[in-house]
Structure formats: structure tokens, C-alpha cells
């Protein structure tokens, strides 16, 4: 079967809001920029529309991209090209953590990060086999990483079909934090791209805003700070409009580097504040102790810097009592947030919360992997009901995400720009809150 062309999908998880999807399929860009320039390929992102199989022949390989949320989705599409005769190849979080779960209905898995085995996975394809499983998890440097093609580029077309085109500077978190995969997905070493190849890219891509994919960019200002006062200073000099990162509370021990952030454009960071129950610090490797007081004078720096501040907080943990809702209020409520993001504590396949959970028989029965999307809950909580957590949860979510209450945020986030930003600054002082409404919206159904 030589191979006549690769098609590389992304199933569908939020669809389309306001007639785009919310990140642009970074993922699938880079894989697709690893592809020969000689064999044709195309991304199809199912957010974007139904996705047609009638052009999948016997000569297609097939690459799926999947998070444990969409798994499901991405099963009904590897068997519908299979029907097609095509053969698929599935990779991703939920492929690296599980690969026997994927097993079963693909020809290929791929574990780990492809950097080695995408190439390999297409000439073997192309000699007429493939094998069952291509396992890269060597944590690579990120110094020779294939540059984002002018074709993909022109195909994927951000700008008209995304709101936010994402992009990687650092890969991995050293922090273990229980609840989290980034350690197993991405390696616990940080690694850093070259800079000269990220302005590159920026440059190429046409990028004026973008979101970085780091799990936790801001570490960096501890571990990496030379690092980062260089990457500022080249980012400050380019024609940028804002771009956010996700990011500990840490950068507010670094007034200086926060100073050249701002300066490279750096506009918002979202940071995992996770709980505002002091009782649960074990459970945040290391990062966050719970402690409110310490979490106000973070934002007040931040701000200080003229950065915008979204907060995350995860709800369910075995210190949480009722009166968390209540009390994550409070605190939202007495604190200058930009914008706010709650979540049910979630336990995602291979994470050490999840090991405890099944140890302990609380996993909840049958639950399909759809419901893990952060907003369901999925385990019996120590020290309230699954209903309560539940309950709890929607009323937290109904006051965080009331129409009144993102309108102050965002007027507050608007009043901290001079008056000739306003209308720019417009709507990126709304669209995170609303993006967390509208999630909530159909996470909630
Ligand atoms: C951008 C992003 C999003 C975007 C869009 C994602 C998208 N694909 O469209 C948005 C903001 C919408 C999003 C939402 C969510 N996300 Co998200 N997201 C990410 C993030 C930060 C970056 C993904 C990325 O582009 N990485 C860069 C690329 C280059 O790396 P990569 O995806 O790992 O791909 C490499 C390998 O995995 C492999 N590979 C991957 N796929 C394939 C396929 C083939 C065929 C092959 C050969 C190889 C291969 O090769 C690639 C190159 O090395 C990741 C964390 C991370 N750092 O990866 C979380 C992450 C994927 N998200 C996660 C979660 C939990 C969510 C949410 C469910 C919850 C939440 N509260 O955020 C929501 C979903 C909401 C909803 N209802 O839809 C978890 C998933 C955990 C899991 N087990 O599923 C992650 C891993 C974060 C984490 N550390 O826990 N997310
Ligand atoms: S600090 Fe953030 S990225 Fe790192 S392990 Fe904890 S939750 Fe995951």
C-alpha cells in the first residue's frame, strides 16, 4: 500500500463558537510539517464541520489526535476509515497514558511525543505494514524540531477558522502535581526551544496573539531565567499584539522578568491558584499552599506589571468540605481576577489521584471517558456525596459565570488599559470568561 496521501483529524470536542474554534490544531500542524513535501496532506478538524470519509481510500494513512475527553469521538472515526479501508494510527495524551485502551479498534498506537516515530510510522506504512505500537518517550531536545511548513501554514488558515493559534516554547513541568498528566505526557525535564526558531515561527506564521501550550511556562523564571529575558527581549521587538501562558503563582518573586514579559507582549497569565483550602497543599506538588493571603499579593504584582491575571481553581479534593463553593466565591469575589476558571478535580488514566481513587474503590461505575472534561463528576469525594460535589459545583459555576458578573471583571480588566486601547482590548477583557461560560454550557448538558 503506498501511501497516496495522510489525513490527520482532531475530533470534535467544543465545536464551533461564534462561527470559529476556540485553539487552532497545533498538534496536528506539527505532524503535518513532519510529512515529506512529496506526499499530500490535509487536516481535518471535526470542531470546524463533519468531516468527509467518502475521500478515505485503502492508500490513506489515517494519523487521529486525541485527549482522554474526545476518545470516544476519535474511536467512531478511526472505525468509519477503517470501513473505508484505510488504516489509522492513533497518538496523543490518552494513547501515551493508555495504549491498550486504543488498541482494540486502531493499527497503530503512537506513545509519547512522535518526534522519532512519525517519520518511521509513514515509510513503514509506505513499504506496506505498520506496527502495532511506536513508543517515543526519550523527552528529546526541542532544538531540532521541523518548522511549522508554508504549506500547512496556508491550509490551516488560523486566522479565519481559530480564535487563538497556539504555540510551544517549553514542553514538560517538574512538578508532580497528583491530579495532574503533564509529568507522563510531556516529561517531568523542562525543555526549551530555540529562540531564534520561535521568532521564526511567529514570523512565518503571521502570529499578532497567541496562547502558549507550556503546561507551566512560568516555572521558567526560577529554573531558566536567563532563558527568558532573552526570549523577552526578542519577542519585545516584535510587532505582537498580546499572547497569554499558563503559569504558578512563582513569577510574582520575579519583578524584573515580569517587567520584560510585559514588554514582550506578554498580556495574561492563566495560573493554577487550584485551591483556596489550605488542608489540600499535598495535593498541588508543591506549587500552592492554599494560603489566600499569599494568592492576593501574587495578583496585586502581576497586575502591578500591567498583566492580567485568570484564575484557576479545582474543586473536589479530600479537604474539601461544603463550604468550599462558598468559600472559592468569596475569595473570586474579593479578588481582582480577570477572569476565573473552575473545574471538578478530575482523575485522568496514570495520575497518582487516580491510583489512590481506584485503591480506595471510588471511582463512580460507568462513567464514559466524554464526562472527562474537568465538569463532571467521576468519583465518590471523601468528605461530601458525588451529588453535593455536583450541586456544588453548578451553583459555584452559576455565580462565576453570571452575565453580571463577568461584566464586572471585564470592565474592571478594560479600566486597567490607557484610554487609546480600549476598543483593541475590548473584547479580549470578555472572551475568557465567555469561553469558560460557554464550556461550562455544554458541559453542563
Ligand atoms: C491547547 C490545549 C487545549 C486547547 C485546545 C486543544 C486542541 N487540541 O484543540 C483547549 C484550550 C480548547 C483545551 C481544552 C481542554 N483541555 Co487541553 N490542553 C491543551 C495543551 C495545553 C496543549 C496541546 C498542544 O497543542 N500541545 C503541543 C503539541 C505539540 O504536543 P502534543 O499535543 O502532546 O502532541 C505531541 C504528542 O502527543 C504526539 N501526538 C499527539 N497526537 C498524535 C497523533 C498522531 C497520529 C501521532 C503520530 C502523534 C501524536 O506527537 C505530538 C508532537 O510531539 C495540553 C497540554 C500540553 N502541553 O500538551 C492540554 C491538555 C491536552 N488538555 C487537557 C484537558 C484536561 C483539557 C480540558 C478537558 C479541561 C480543561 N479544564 O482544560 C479542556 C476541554 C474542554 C472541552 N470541553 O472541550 C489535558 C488532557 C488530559 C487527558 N488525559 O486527556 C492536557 C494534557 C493538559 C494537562 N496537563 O493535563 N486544551
Ligand atoms: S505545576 Fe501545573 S503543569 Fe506542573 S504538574 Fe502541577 S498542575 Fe501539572
Redesign the pocket.
Known amino acids: 500500500m503506498a501511501v497516496e496521501q495522510i489525513v ?1 483529524i ?1 475530533p470534535r ?2 465545536g464551533m463558537i461564534w462561527g470559529k ?8 500542524m ?2 503535518a510539517s513532519m510529512v515529506p513535501p512529496e506526499i499530500p496532506v490535509e487536516i481535518w ?1 471535526e ?1 470546524l464541520g463533519p468531516l468527509d470519509y467518502a475521500r478515505l481510500n485503502s492508500n490513506t494513512l489515517v ?9 470516544d469521538a476519535a474511536r467512531e472515526i478511526a472505525l468509519r476509515a477503517r470501513a473505508r479501508g484505510s488504516h489509522v ?9 493508555v495504549p491498550d485502551d486504543v488498541a482494540a479498534w486502531s493499527d497503530a498506537v ?1 506513545v ?4 522519532h ?2 517519520e518511521r ?1 509513514i515509510s513503514d506504512f509506505d513499504a506496506g505494514w505498520l506496527a502495532p505500537r ?1 513508543v ?1 518517550e526519550t523527552w528529546e531536545s526541542l532544538d531540532h524540531l521541523a518548522p511549522i511548513s508554508d504549506r500547512v501554514i496556508q491550509a490551516a488558515d488560523e486566522q479565519h477558522h481559530y480564535w ?1 493559534p ?1 504555540l ?1 516554547i517549553t ?1 514538560g ?1 517538574p512538578r508532580n502535581c497528583s491530579f ?3 509529568v507522563r ?2 516529561g517531568k525535564l523542562m525543555r526549551l526551544r530555540p529562540i531564534d526558531q520561535i521568532v521564526e515561527e511567529i514570523e512565518r506564521r503571521r502570529l499578532t496573539r497567541f ?5 507551566n511556562f512560568g516555572l521558567n523564571f526560577r529554573l531558566h531565567p536567563d532563558y527568558m529575558e532573552q526570549l523577552f527581549r526578542a519577542l519585545a521587538k516584535l510587532p505582537l499584539d498580546s499572547w497569554s501562558a ?1 503559569s504558578e503563582m512563582i513569577v510574582a518573586q520575579f519583578p524584573d522578568l515580569l517587567a520584560l514579559a510585559r514588554e514582550a507582549h506578554l498580556d495574561k497569565f492563566l495560573i493554577g491558584f487550584e485551591s483556596v483550602n489550605a488542608g489540600n497543599r499535598r495535593d498541588l506538588g508543591g506549587k500552592s499552599k492554599g494560603q489566600v493571603e499569599e494568592y492576593r499579593r501574587v495578583v496585586k504584582t502581576i497586575h502591578d506589571h500591567g498583566i492580567a491575571v485568570v484564575g ?1 481553581f479545582v474543586t473536589g479534593f479530600d479537604h474539601d468540605t461544603l463550604s468550599v463553593f462558598q468559600d472559592t466565591w468569596n475569595f473570586v469575589r474579593e479578588t481582582e481576577f480577570d477572569s476565573v ?1 473552575t ?1 471538578v478535580l ?1 482523575p ?2 496514570e495520575t497518582p489521584q487516580r491510583e489512590q481513587l481506584v485503591q480506595q474503590n471510588r471511582l463512580l461505575p460507568n462513567i464514559p471517558w466524554r464526562y ?4 463532571h463528576v467521576t468519583f465518590e469525594p471523601a468528605l461530601m456525596t458525588a451529588d453535593q460535589l455536583r450541586d456544588g459545583y453548578d451553583w459555584l459555576c452559576r455565580r462565576l459565570y453570571s452575565t453580571r458578573a463577568i461584566a464586572t471583571r471585564g470592565v474592571r480588566t478594560l479600566s486597567r488599559h490607557p484610554l487609546r486601547r480600549l476598543r483593541a482590548k475590548a473584547f479580549a477583557s470578555f472572551s475568557t470568561d465567555l469561553g469558560y461560560r460557554k ?1 461550562y454550557g ?2 453542563a448538558t
Open positions: 490527520l482532531q470536542h467544543q474554534a476556540a485553539g487552532s490544531p497545533y498538534t496536528l506539527r505532524l478538524d470542531n494519523g487521529i489526535s486525541s485527549m482522554t475527553l474526545t476518545i494510527v492513533i497518538g496523543g495524551v490518552h494513547a501515551t497514558l503512537v509519547g511525543e512522535a518526534y516515530t512519525w510510522i511506536y517515543d487563538t497556539s510551544e514542553r513541568c495532574c498528566t503533564a505526557v510531556s496562547f502558549l501550550t507550556d503546561d499558563q484557576l476558571s473545574t478530575t485522568f488514566p472527562y472534561d474537568t465538569a464550556a455544554l458541559r
